[in-house]
């Protein structure tokens, strides 16, 4: 892939300088869902597949954007002295906004560049494009003009760059999964101090399959305000009774001891879905760390059900594509990821026949919603790199 691309890069720019390539992961969150606006744990891992960029320093302050993956825009230029957001550069906001918080930073470069980018993370799965793009930007303008900015730091910026360049409030998980990844490693991640540790995902057997439900996301945004308001209605009733600032500060059983003061019964289970959920993030943590995928699958599972029956984020196209899978034997555990309303599951497939496995899924979730399924199969990579010959 490294050479296809340098190649490519030659041929759009007529360039006949050796460009710098470097690979920004997806992102797939193995369980803990719902939970990180809620002061709880995720546990997401970097994922095989993400974003290339291909990457050369100018003479110049211009800068020049390609992306493969949008061929029809063609190159896309602006130069260092303007990098305010513009509707008509399309994708190369987000790159644009990182430079822009760099520059906010007083880290501004002296040389433009032209960058061609590349992603193979299905687009509108929910795996997380947007925070690759932007990490791939970072990594690479960080090392182009030896800025040596700590990793955790960067991650931060990106998700910065996405609040208030963008203007979508999404949390800190997707950026620091991409930039903090490690291959064959999970993170368990707490949102709210960014206090972290690894476990060692070892898949002996078993394969990490990604199914992509091919439905939009479309009530995402508009659920995700509603759930977040119903789990602070939540909190208000039980700050009568106990001393907390989040939801998962509580426990289960001390959940059980004091739900009766949450006034509305919908309040009441969104933040029962909450609090369980990160007692099997924490939990998840722990099996991995064992090696116990059984148990693991088993709480991708109780994930699901209750990410469907109490917080009601699921809809008819991911409970068709994990309830098909939940029929196959081979199948340890399958669970809707991500924000909800589509985009994609994450499941746990022992490798044995997995072709006809995921054969008969694609079967019944067509036969259940009229539409065909996209399956991939990832492996656990590391974070935000460069790319070294014949990688």
Known sequence: MREELMLSFKEVFKSSEEPKVYLSPGRVNLIGEHTDYNGGYVFPCALSVGTYIVISPREDRTIRFYSKNFEDLGVIETNLDDLSFREEHDWANYPKGVLSLFKEKGLTGTHGFDALFFGNIPNGAGLSSSASIELAMAVAWDEMNHFQMERIPMVQLCQQAENEYIGVNCGVMDQFAIGMGKKDQAILLDCDTLEYSYAPVKLEGVKLVLANTNKRRGLADSKYNERRSECEEALADLQKEVSINHLCELTTEQFENHKSVIQNDTAMRRAKHAIAENGRTKLAHKRLEEGNLIAVGELMNESHRSLRDDYEVTGEHLDALVEAAWKEPSV??????????????????????IEEVLARIAGDYKQRTGIETEFYVVDVGDGTRELTKGE
């Open 332 to 353: 340890l555990g399958a669970r809707m990821t991500g924000a909800g309303f589509g985009g994609c599951t994450v499941n746990l497939i022992k490798e044995d026949n």
